[in-house]
């Protein structure tokens, strides 16, 4: 059984345009987070959430937001995605910080 | 910056030769270790962990990994690869009172039959 689902797995937007990826989890882990992957590059962390509680990576762009309005559920939208924006897009849960206990198969992203 | 160093990109091997994979690690404070794998189409998943304890560990399919402080790494090894552990490896780092990972690039192993 999924434990962490991603939809949609495969999305096309065009430059500018809002795009928005879905998480959601059936294992009650109070940490969420969202890596983006380019190819051919490690997994790099975007952010996540401890609960209600956000926590923003130095680095990730102001143009990457999320939100996490239920335990379940956690989204990443993308305000205006430029061309380097195309990429894999995971969500990954855990119990605690710390460590990734189970991710989801991704998101594919190509901007057009 | 932390940083995680996984030395070979792609790796070839024959059925039932022996792996090590290499990973580096820049940070010197305490850590916790990973190894993640990702078969073909499939989402990543955890094969190990270290967080204290045994520097050995041993994970799901065979496979373990040894923490040696004195050189940053925690090398995955497994005696002897079949064809479906034909797959992408990563490492990764948690510095100990940080909230997420660093991966490594990831290795790309193929196990020909």
């Known amino acids: 059984d999924a434990m962490v689902i991603q939809n949609p797995r495969y999305q096309v937007t065009q430059f500018g345009k809002p795009v928005t990826l879905s998480c959601s989890q059936t294992l009650n882990h109070n940490v969420m987070y969202w890596y983006q992957q380019k190819s051919s590059q490690a997994p790099k962390l975007l952010f996540h959430y401890y609960d209600k509680d956000f926590n923003n990576e130095a680095d990730t762009p102001d143009n990457f937001q999320s939100r996490r309005p239920n335990t379940s559920f956690c989204f990443l939208d993308i305000r205006s995605p430029g061309l380097g924006d195309a990429a894999m897009y995971l969500c990954?849960?855990?119990?605690?910080?710390?460590?990734?206990?189970?991710f989801g198969p991704g998101t594919r992203l190509t901007v057009t | 910056a932390q940083s995680v160093s996984q030395h070979n990109h792609h790796v070839i091997l024959s059925e039932a030769a022996s792996l090590e994979l290499g990973c580096n690690y820049s940070y010197g404070g305490t850590v916790n270790l990973f190894w993640y794998v990702q078969y073909p189409g499939q989402h990543l998943q955890l094969l190990l962990k270290y967080f204290s304890g045994d520097p050995l560990v041993k994970g799901i399919k065979g496979f373990e990994a040894e923490f040696i402080k004195s050189k940053f790494s925690f090398n995955l090894r497994k005696p002897s690869v079949q064809w479906s552990d034909t797959a992408e490896y990563f490492c990764?780092?948690?510095?100990?009172?940080?909230?997420?990972?660093?991966f490594g690039k990831g290795t790309h192993l193929i196990i020909q039959p």
């Open positions: 990764a780092v948690n510095r100990v009172g940080a909230d997420g990972l660093t």
């Open positions: 990954a849960t855990s119990r605690d910080l710390g460590q990734l206990d189970y």
